[in-house]
């Protein structure tokens, strides 16, 4: 509610701004010149249909298929197509880029000749007209694709409904110009490139080759293909072969040799013929074989014969002469053991030379194979680079590099009708913009403003209650305010003074208020205005003095008295002039009045004396009020010193103008000296305001005294 009495308050300043700027934004509106709007619609080719294969002519297109069209719709609003459009379309020479110069002004043919000079503006040069339409052009260009497809659409506003058509038109074939011609030259750098590299890496392929060929004759290598290397290879494994039969011969050789060397040693010819090697003999085999038939032989004759016998004696001789051949036989192979023995160990020892010279042969050729296979590498890897560049230059020659990255689907065509300026959106938008700036002013204004208006407002701020409210008044042909209850009594002002008369009598019956101090924040809040009318209208009920207790601008008594002997209240407290001399009736009511006096130089030592409080006590005794009219408190310290003496203080607060911590001050002031705060009196306060603004007064202001005949002119 607050915030609305606010706008409220200000609706008529809220209203101007909004009709004024919806005067200036209606005229600024209708002043624009009509702006036209064309689109084209082009399909942007995702892959190019080409022959040549080489993607690496075409980098820039790597990459998903979403940075692609990004890619393509930041190219359509480059600054180097729109150069190229602006220089094909020459917009330097169009009127609507280069407009002539302006006429003079309307008015100029009213005036005397040569009155109204215009100082030609200098005229941009080419270039940085060309410029400028560059980047007109540029940011004017609208890229919107379509989504989900592979269409976008390109529009362009200008005042020129023709150069709105034109402009997407040629920006479209521009663009598959220039990525024709940037294509041609890829191509062309390509090619180069490709010749060069072709005719480097055919020098390379005939050394490699050549380099080949030379070390093949230097090594005598006849065979390809590790063909040498496999015989060397089944020469070892032969050699290792035979050198593990000659080592095992070797061992049994030794150990027939140690059996050999035992059963000599034992010397026993039996041991001799147990030997293995003895055994496995064949010749000791068919000696043995011929012992044998010779004592079967023996056996058959001894049967038959006696010992003298011709076949006894032939037998028994043929079993001696077999035995001494299997003796003989026995000790051959004895004696043939050693000499294996040597020859075995001979032949391991040749074997072994052998496999350590096979081993050397082979690693010489695995250092040849390894450089005979590094030679042929090079020559292959020469050999398949030569290839792929003459390939790829060949390609590159016979390609089809004349497919277009785009082609127009629906050209733009000539507006029949301007797209904007929308002025209604204009003006509304003005209107609400400035309706809310309005409104936004005045609740700022509302929050802070911090003065008092109402006595709601000085229940809650002040947190007293208000003892009164009292308008704006004026005096008739220039009377004082102060005797406004004397000289028009009949009007709202007065009747407000009787109501804090009431208060002020209400307060205190059981012990009726003797002195009554009105104070305030500073000057010019009306508080001796107050202070006198309400003296004026207690008088009418009992017997009242007035004291003027502003000892520094004192002006009750020039006002009420101007006649009078100015003897008051620093000559009464001083003793130098007797009460009747000091106190002055006012001419037409039953008030007394106290001057001040002459202004002392210190008015506080004055007031704070004993001589004051026990002038204060005698006036008491003559009168049942004394209303005592005291200086601000923010200013000085009087009116405190004042609230001692007094029964009750009325604190004047001046409405829409004191800020309350201002008054909130002063009246924390009072009660820290315990001063007896009655109340708050709001005063100049404008009624029919508030009644508008605030909504307060709604029943109790002008409209009640008007129905019971008291709103007067005041």
């Given at each position: 509610m607050r915030y609305w009495r606010a706008v409220n308050r200000n609706k008529w300043r809220i209203a101007a701004l909004v009709a004024a700027v919806a005067l200036l934004a209606t005229q600024y509106a209708f002043s624009l010149q009509?702006?036209?709007?064309?689109?084209?619609?082009?399909?942007?080719?995702?892959?190019?249909?080409?022959?040549?294969?080489?993607?690496?002519?075409?980098?820039?297109?790597?990459?998903?298929?979403?940075?692609?069209?990004?890619?393509?719709?930041?190219?359509?609003?480059?600054?180097?197509?729109?150069e190229k459009l602006v220089k094909r379309m020459k917009l330097a020479q169009h009127s609507g880029f280069n407009p002539p110069a302006p006429p003079p002004p309307w008015y100029a043919s009213l005036l005397p000749e040569g009155l109204v000079t215009r100082k030609a503006a200098p005229k941009p040069s080419t270039e940085a007209l060309e410029q400028g339409i560059i980047d007109g052009i540029a940011g004017g260009i609208s890229v919107q694709p379509v989504r989900n497809t592979q269409l976008v659409r390109l529009s362009f506003e200008s005042h020129d409904p023709e150069l709105a058509a034109s402009v997407p038109n040629m920006?479209?074939?521009?663009?598959?110009?220039?990525?024709?011609?940037?294509?041609?030259?890829?191509?062309?750098?390509?090619?180069?490139?490709?010749?060069?590299?072709?005719?480097?890496?055919?020098?390379?392929?005939?050394?490699?080759?050549?380099?080949?060929?030379?070390?093949?004759?230097?090594?005598?290598?006849?065979?390809?293909?590790?063909?040498?290397?496999?015989?060397?290879?089944?020469?070892?494994?032969?050699?290792?072969?035979?050198?593990?039969?000659?080592?095992r011969k070797r061992a049994d050789a030794e150990a027939v040799q140690a059996q050999v060397n035992a059963a000599v040693q034992s010397k026993s010819a039996e041991a001799l013929e147990t030997l293995t090697v003895v055994q496995r003999n064949s010749q000791v085999q068919r000696a043995k074989e011929a012992e044998a038939e010779a004592e079967r032989r023996l056996n058959e004759a001894s049967k038959r014969y006696g010992a003298e016998h011709p076949r006894m004696v032939s037998a028994t001789v043929e079993l001696k002469t077999a035995q001494e051949a299997l003796r003989r036989q026995i000790n051959a192979v004895v004696q043939s053991v050693p000499k294996d023995l040597e020859a075995a160990r001979a032949s391991e020892a040749a074997i072994e030379r052998a496999l350590g010279q096979s081993k050397t042969d082979i690693q010489g050729y695995n250092r040849k194979e390894f450089q005979l296979a590094a030679l042929e590498r090079e020559v292959q890897t020469s050999r398949q680079l030569y290839d792929l560049f003459l390939q790829r230059s060949k390609e590159t020659n016979i390609g089809d590099m004349q497919s277009t990255i785009a082609r127009m689907i629906d050209?733009?065509?000539?507006?029949?009708?301007?797209?904007?300026?929308?002025?209604?959106?204009?003006?509304?938008?003005?209107?609400?913009?400035?309706?809310?700036?309005?409104?936004?002013?005045?609740?700022?204004?509302?929050?802070?403003?911090?003065?008092?208006?109402?006595?709601?407002?000085?229940?809650?701020r002040l947190e007293m209650p208000a003892v009164g409210v009292l308008q704006s008044a004026k005096g008739d042909g220039g009377a004082p305010l102060e005797r406004l209850f004397l000289d028009a009594n009949q009007n709202s002002f007065c009747e407000a003074i009787r109501t804090i008369r009431s208060g002020v009598l209400l307060s205190g019956l059981d012990s009726p208020q003797k002195t009554v101090l009105l104070t305030s924040s500073v000057p010019e809040e009306g508080k001796t205005t107050v202070a006198a009318n309400l003296a004026f209208a207690l008088s009418q009920v009992k017997k009242t003095l007035l004291v003027d207790a502003d000892m520094r601008r004192p002006k009750i008594g020039r006002i009420l008295n101007p006649d009078a002997d100015q003897l008051g209240l620093s000559e009464l407290v001083a003793g130098v002039a007797p009460m009747e001399k000091c106190i002055h009736a006012i001419p037409g009511s039953s008030l007394h009045l106290l001057p001040s006096g002459k202004v002392p130089p210190n008015p506080l030592e004055l007031l704070s004396s004993h001589s004051f409080a026990a002038t204060v006590e005698k006036l008491k005794q003559e009168y049942e009020v004394i209303v005592i009219d005291s200086p601000p408190v923010q200013l000085v310290s009087d009116a405190l010193v004042l609230a001692q003496v007094a029964t009750a203080v009325l604190y004047v607060v001046k409405a829409d103008e004191t800020p309350y911590p201002l008054a909130r001050q002063g009246l924390k002031r009072l009660r820290r000296a315990n001063a007896p705060v009655l109340g708050v009196i709001l005063n100049q306060i404008d009624l029919d305001k508030a009644d508008r603004y605030y909504g307060e007064y709604s029943g109790h202001g002008s409209r009640n005294y008007k129905k019971y005949d008291y709103y007067g002119k005041g």
């Amino acid at each position: 509610m607050r915030y609305w009495r606010a706008v409220n308050r200000n609706k008529w300043r809220i209203a101007a701004l909004v009709a004024a700027v919806a005067l200036l934004a209606t005229q600024y509106a209708f002043s624009l010149q009509p702006v036209y709007r064309a689109t084209a619609t082009m399909l942007v080719e995702q892959t190019r249909q080409k022959v040549v294969s080489t993607d690496e002519l075409f980098a820039a297109i790597s990459g998903s298929t979403r940075d692609y069209f990004m890619t393509q719709f930041e190219i359509l609003k480059s600054r180097d197509l729109a150069e190229k459009l602006v220089k094909r379309m020459k917009l330097a020479q169009h009127s609507g880029f280069n407009p002539p110069a302006p006429p003079p002004p309307w008015y100029a043919s009213l005036l005397p000749e040569g009155l109204v000079t215009r100082k030609a503006a200098p005229k941009p040069s080419t270039e940085a007209l060309e410029q400028g339409i560059i980047d007109g052009i540029a940011g004017g260009i609208s890229v919107q694709p379509v989504r989900n497809t592979q269409l976008v659409r390109l529009s362009f506003e200008s005042h020129d409904p023709e150069l709105a058509a034109s402009v997407p038109n040629m920006l479209v074939s521009v663009y598959i110009t220039a990525d024709l011609e940037a294509r041609t030259e890829a191509t062309r750098r390509a090619m180069s490139f490709l010749t060069e590299q072709s005719a480097t890496l055919k020098t390379k392929l005939g050394q490699a080759e050549q380099a080949l060929q030379e070390f093949r004759e230097r090594e005598k290598i006849i065979d390809a293909k590790n063909v040498s290397l496999s015989g060397a290879s089944r020469q070892l494994d032969e050699l290792t072969t035979a050198l593990v039969d000659a080592r095992r011969k070797r061992a049994d050789a030794e150990a027939v040799q140690a059996q050999v060397n035992a059963a000599v040693q034992s010397k026993s010819a039996e041991a001799l013929e147990t030997l293995t090697v003895v055994q496995r003999n064949s010749q000791v085999q068919r000696a043995k074989e011929a012992e044998a038939e010779a004592e079967r032989r023996l056996n058959e004759a001894s049967k038959r014969y006696g010992a003298e016998h011709p076949r006894m004696v032939s037998a028994t001789v043929e079993l001696k002469t077999a035995q001494e051949a299997l003796r003989r036989q026995i000790n051959a192979v004895v004696q043939s053991v050693p000499k294996d023995l040597e020859a075995a160990r001979a032949s391991e020892a040749a074997i072994e030379r052998a496999l350590g010279q096979s081993k050397t042969d082979i690693q010489g050729y695995n250092r040849k194979e390894f450089q005979l296979a590094a030679l042929e590498r090079e020559v292959q890897t020469s050999r398949q680079l030569y290839d792929l560049f003459l390939q790829r230059s060949k390609e590159t020659n016979i390609g089809d590099m004349q497919s277009t990255i785009a082609r127009m689907i629906d050209p733009a065509l000539v507006p029949d009708g301007p797209a904007g300026p929308n002025k209604r959106s204009i003006v509304m938008t003005a209107v609400l913009s400035a309706l809310l700036f309005a409104v936004a002013m005045a609740l700022l204004l509302e929050r802070l403003d911090n003065t008092v208006k109402t006595s709601h407002a000085v229940e809650q701020r002040l947190e007293m209650p208000a003892v009164g409210v009292l308008q704006s008044a004026k005096g008739d042909g220039g009377a004082p305010l102060e005797r406004l209850f004397l000289d028009a009594n009949q009007n709202s002002f007065c009747e407000a003074i009787r109501t804090i008369r009431s208060g002020v009598l209400l307060s205190g019956l059981d012990s009726p208020q003797k002195t009554v101090l009105l104070t305030s924040s500073v000057p010019e809040e009306g508080k001796t205005t107050v202070a006198a009318n309400l003296a004026f209208a207690l008088s009418q009920v009992k017997k009242t003095l007035l004291v003027d207790a502003d000892m520094r601008r004192p002006k009750i008594g020039r006002i009420l008295n101007p006649d009078a002997d100015q003897l008051g209240l620093s000559e009464l407290v001083a003793g130098v002039a007797p009460m009747e001399k000091c106190i002055h009736a006012i001419p037409g009511s039953s008030l007394h009045l106290l001057p001040s006096g002459k202004v002392p130089p210190n008015p506080l030592e004055l007031l704070s004396s004993h001589s004051f409080a026990a002038t204060v006590e005698k006036l008491k005794q003559e009168y049942e009020v004394i209303v005592i009219d005291s200086p601000p408190v923010q200013l000085v310290s009087d009116a405190l010193v004042l609230a001692q003496v007094a029964t009750a203080v009325l604190y004047v607060v001046k409405a829409d103008e004191t800020p309350y911590p201002l008054a909130r001050q002063g009246l924390k002031r009072l009660r820290r000296a315990n001063a007896p705060v009655l109340g708050v009196i709001l005063n100049q306060i404008d009624l029919d305001k508030a009644d508008r603004y605030y909504g307060e007064y709604s029943g109790h202001g002008s409209r009640n005294y008007k129905k019971y005949d008291y709103y007067g002119k005041g």
